[in-house]
């Protein structure tokens, strides 16, 4: 693999400086390879190539065709299943069934937008007499792209599938703890045949790359998923330029649930929503607000489900894997410290397998029992394996709760009562709202994206495509 190299204008290449970082497996600790540590210079002759390309042959190739390799790519995506799964994992720390589910869904992002490429129409619209009116959905042009470590492959798809499929050409660059798996992704694309410059990746630190990137007075848009302290960074820089973003910032989900639910489909997926990815997602369910009436009740049995969890490295396959690095488990360490600090009661733990390395990044899976409202743990996103318990009054208390955050990013609301859903979807202030259910990872077709300081603008579905498209208007004076 072309690990330290970056790909510009169809070409792998040593970056300007010829920099490297090395990177670790997080369930060792141990290294497994180097990449390019990119610049301002690389970004520069990145950008320049795709916007070559899209003024050249790119700009000119039929939606059906865009489509198509789109789909070639998904398929060899598909061919390269138990090698980019391996990968992946090797990479993140994430369990292998992880990992391969994410594989499945970067094929099926680009076999989505492969589909989607030559069905994004305009429209017509009536108009004064002797007047034809038509809005034309153009691509923006060359596009920016910088990405998180905590599905890699995933967003490699979710951010690239719509917008070369829209027509633009793309800048990508990933993280820097975790992207060969981008890496391997963008050789399968080279090989079905997608043009020089269409796809530019550049592995580099945020702060070099990353910036740089945002910064480029030559982008149309950026596409960003992270924090919301970097968010503000790219919106301020692109601002410069008057460059539009689309961000996706994380959340502080809400599992809410009420007396009348289903409680034991409730407990397995306000687990699994937790623990998937070591709570390392972005919509990940990291609340769970409970009627008061049967909190006791609920907890006891979310406590005899969370002391089953199991974390091990990603081989063994368990409940949760290793956290991404040493800086992030030291970051959530730090949140089980100060809530032992501030007397907040640990419900149930999870185990550390035996097995795993002492050198690996790991955090057993934690549960608390009735977090202050005002705490941080109640507020803010812990990245990690870390579940906050809530008991609530009644419905409005419970609405109050839901959207008493900074952010709105999903929420999953238990009841069967077909009134509240319905109250209950309207009252929340979230990108998607789940009704008994929960969706993190799935749903390629479903629009995604936050409220507040989640985030703005969509991903997924039809919305991706129009956020990486401009409407053009065209008005015809005929007589
Ligand atoms: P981050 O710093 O926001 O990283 C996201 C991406 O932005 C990475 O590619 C990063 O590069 C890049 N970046 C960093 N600084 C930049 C800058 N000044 N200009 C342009 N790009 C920049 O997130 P993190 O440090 O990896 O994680 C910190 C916290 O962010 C986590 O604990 C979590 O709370 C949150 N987070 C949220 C999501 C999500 O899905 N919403 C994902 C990851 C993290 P590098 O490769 O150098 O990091
Ligand atoms: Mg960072």
């Known amino acids: 693999m072309m690990s330290a190299k970056i790909f510009v204008d169809g070409q792998w290449m040593t970056p300007v400086n010829g920099a490297t970082l090395d990177m670790v497996a997080p369930s060792t600790g141990e290294k497994i390879g180097t990449i390019a540590r990119g610049t301002a210079e690389d970004i520069d002759r990145a950008v320049n190539a795709a916007r070559r390309a899209f003024e050249g042959p790119w700009g000119q190739t039929a939606a059906v065709d ?3 390799l789109l789909s070639k790519l998904a398929q060899k995506i598909l061919e390269h299943e138990d090698e980019l799964t391996a990968l992946e994992a090797l990479d993140t720390g994430k369990a292998l069934k992880l990992a391969r589910n994410d594989i499945r869904a970067v094929a099926r992002y680009f076999e989505f937008y492969g589909g989607a490429a030559d069905k994004l129409h305009g429209d017509t619209i009536p108009f004064l007499s002797g007047y034809q009116v038509m809005i034309l959905r ?12 905590n599905y890699p492959a995933q967003m490699f798809g979710r951010t690239l599938g719509p917008a070369l499929a829209a027509g633009n050409a793309a800048v990508l660059k990933p993280a820097e703890e975790a992207c060969l798996s981008c890496i391997r992704l963008t050789e399968l694309a080279a090989e079905v045949g997608f043009p020089d410059g269409v796809i530019n990746l550049v592995p580099g630190i945020g702060e070099e790359a990353g910036a740089a990137l945002s910064s480029h007075p030559d982008i149309d848009l950026i596409s960003f998923t992270g924090s919301p302290e970097v968010g503000v960074l790219i919106q301020k820089a692109a601002a410069e330029n008057h460059v539009p973003c689309v961000l996706e910032l994380g ?3 809400p599992q809410i649930v009420f007396a009348d639910a289903d409680h034991s489909k409730a407990i397995e997926s306000i687990v699994s929503a937790l623990v998937q990815n ?4 972005c919509s990940a369910g990291s609340r769970v607000l409970i009627e008061r009436s049967i909190y006791d009740q609920f907890m006891a049995q979310l ?7 199991r974390a091990g490295p990603h081989d063994m396959d368990l409940d949760c894997g290793p956290l991404i690095s040493k800086v992030q488990q030291e970051r959530v360490m730090g949140f089980l410290d100060r809530a032992k600090a501030d007397g907040i009661e640990i419900a149930a733990q999870g185990q550390v397998d035996a097995a795993a390395s002492a050198e690996g990044f790991f955090v057993p899976p934690t549960l608390y029992r009735i977090v202050p409202r005002e705490h941080e743990l109640a507020l803010d996103e812990v990245f990690g394996p870390v579940l906050a318990a809530i008991p609530f009054d009644d419905e409005a208390d419970a609405i109050r709760l839901a959207n008493g955050t900074d952010f709105g990013l999903i929420a999953g609301v238990w009841t069967d ?25 799935g749903g390629i ?19 991706a495509l129009r956020e990486f ?10 007589g």
Do not use: C
């Not at 153009?138 to 470590?149: A, D, L, N, Y």
């Not at 498209?469 to 004076?477: D, E, G, P, Q, S």
């Open 417 to 441: 009562s077909g009134a509240r859903q319905m109250r209950l979807a309207k009252a929340i202030r979230a990108g998607q709202v789940y009704i008994n259910g929960y969706g993190a990872g």
């Open 445 to 463: 077709e479903l629009p995604f994206g936050g409220f507040k300081k989640s985030g703005h603008g969509r991903e997924k579905g039809f919305e």
């Open 278 to 281: 070591t709570g390392q997602t």
């Open 469 to 478: 498209t401009v409407a053009k208007t065209v008005v015809f004076n005929h």
């Open 303 to 309: 406590t005899r489900r969370f002391k089953q969890l």
């Open 138 to 149: 153009e691509p923006r042009g060359v596009t920016g792209h910088i990405i998180p470590w």
């Open 251 to 253: 959340g502080k989900s």
């Open 66 to 68: 865009r489509g198509r």
